[in-house]
Structure formats: structure tokens, C-alpha cells
């Protein structure tokens, strides 16, 4: 199994990789090639992955977090580099208007109609469910939640013409699933990253965490909350964490102190073996 972090907020020391605000990841299990998210170019990807030899006619499946244009930007240019039809995992309301205010009324949601996509090549299975998407790996499927663990929400939708706050409901992740636990792909953690290791342990019935990938939208949180979530995951058996993104400078420095040398940061171009 190679994790291929195709984009980050961070390009690390190698000036060969490009960086932008979004994330994309490489999962190769040895059989199959799944695309998690696209960032927010597809021109950032696709340079980063000529660098690491990936052709994009070897992506077999791409897999949407969630709805915001620095994790699907990237999606029909990388659509329109793969020969044939290519399955797109999402959820049900991948394509509803999602709006920010600031510096005015926006939508920061997917920058794409459906149509647009299919006619490039995408081919979307949008479904909430958990469920296998290639040989020990899965959807979480829309997470369960305890709103004491939930992710800030910041963003809003329209429902009959009205302006209300959206939950980002479809905010999913990745379950890879291992002989002795499982790992964790998450885009933003907009469920709550406490809340998407619940959700995953339930539907694996295996409580092991030996890994948790990607961002998980701390930036902004007060620290003693940051403390108690590092804190809590160290007690629910999560071994190794390898956070970007969206976790935030300040929070890195709470979780290397909780985690010590099993707490990583990501950049573009890290490979985790």
C-alpha cells in the first residue's frame, strides 16, 4: 500500500513539487489507483504527478470528501487526461451551492455542473452509504455525529430559495482496511475527525487506528479544544497521524506535542508506504 500526496498547502523541501490551498491523494493498494479529491488546479496535480511518474490513465476510480473547490477544482481537468468513462464516488448533494461571505456572497462549492463532467468522462455514483469501493477499501458513507465533536460551520446553502447554514452533510472519507486495523483518509473533517474515527470503528468493528491522512480543519479552533481532541484520539488507539491542509500551524504544534514522531505533517510529494 502507497499514499501519494499529490497536493498540499505545503510543498516541503523538494522545489520539484508545486503547492496550493487544497488537497489530493494517491491510494495504490497494488491492484487498484483511487484519486481522493483533486485539489483545487488540475494543473498543480497533474505537474506533481508527472515529477512522481503517475499516469493519469492508471487512476481506476476518484473519490469527492465533500463539495469545496479546493478539493474538486481540479476535477475536470484530470477527467479530460483519462481515456474512457471514470467512476466519481460523492455524495447525493455534491453538487448543491455552497456559500461563503467573505470578502462577499460566494460559492465555494464544486465549480462544475454534473453535465459538464459527464461530458468528459465522469461517471458518478453518488450514494451516502458505507461502502466497498476496491479490495479493502471504503466509503464511510455520510458520518454519524456528535455535535460536540462537529466541525465549525461556517458555510450555507439555498433550500426553496432561502440562505441557511449548510452542515456539510457530505463530507466523507476513506476507510483503508488492514489484516491487524484500519487507516483513514479524511478530506477537511468537516464531521468532526473524533466523530469520523467513531463512525469508521463501528462499521469495521476493528478499533486499531493505525493511521489517520489528511486535513482535519482545526485552523481556526480555540487550543484548549485542539488539546482535548489530540488527547482524545491518543486515547482511542489512534497510532500515527499525517495532517495538512486544513489542520492549522497552532494545531501542529498541540498534536507533535500529544503525538511526538508518530504525528507527521504533509506536503506535496510525501509518500507514506
Do not use: W
Not at 187 to 201: D, K, L, R, T
Amino acid at each position: 500500500m502507497k499514499i501519494y500526496i499529490l497536493c498540499d498547502d505545503y510543498a516541503g523541501y523538494d522545489s520539484r513539487f508545486l503547492a496550493q490551498h487544497g488537497i489530493s491523494i494517491l491510494i495504490d493498494n497494488g491492484v487498484d489507483r483511487i484519486l481522493f479529491d483533486t485539489a483545487q488546479s488540475s494543473d498543480i496535480v497533474l505537474k506533481n504527478m508527472k515529477v512522481l511518474n503517475i499516469d493519469p490513465n492508471s487512476i481506476d476510480l476518484i473519490f469527492l470528501s465533500h463539495c469545496h473547490y479546493d478539493h474538486t477544482g481540479g476535477l475536470y481537468g484530470i477527467l479530460s487526461k483519462i481515456d474512457g468513462k471514470t467512476p466519481v464516488i460523492a455524495h447525493p448533494t455534491i453538487f448543491r451551492k455552497n456559500l461563503y461571505y467573505k470578502p462577499v456572497l460566494r460559492n465555494v462549492g464544486i465549480p462544475y455542473t454534473r453535465s459538464e463532467l459527464e461530458n468528459v468522462g465522469g461517471e458518478f455514483i453518488l450514494t451516502k452509504s458505507f461502502v466497498k469501493i476496491a479490495e479493502n477499501i471504503y466509503s464511510t458513507g455520510e458520518v454519524e455525529r456528535n455535535p460536540v465533536y462537529e466541525g465549525e460551520k461556517f458555510t450555507y446553502t439555498l433550500i426553496d430559495g432561502k440562505i441557511v447554514q449548510d452542515n456539510m452533510l457530505d463530507d466523507m472519507s476513506i476507510i483503508i482496511r488492514f489484516d491487524d486495523g484500519i487507516g483513514i483518509i479524511t478530506g477537511c473533517s468537516h464531521a468532526g475527525i473524533i466523530n469520523i474515527v467513531e463512525h469508521s470503528i463501528k462499521k469495521t468493528g476493528l478499533d486499531r487506528i493505525k493511521m489517520i491522512i489528511g486535513g482535519l480543519h482545526l485552523i481556526n479552533m480555540d487550543e484548549k479544544k485542539v488539546l482535548s481532541i489530540a488527547r482524545k484520539l491518543k486515547s482511542m488507539n489512534v497510532e500515527k497521524i499525517y495532517a495538512g491542509h486544513c489542520t492549522g500551524i497552532y494545531s501542529h504544534h498541540i498534536f507533535k506535542k500529544v503525538f511526538g514522531k508518530n504525528y507527521h505533517i504533509l506536503y506535496s510529494g510525501k509518500i507514506i508506504d
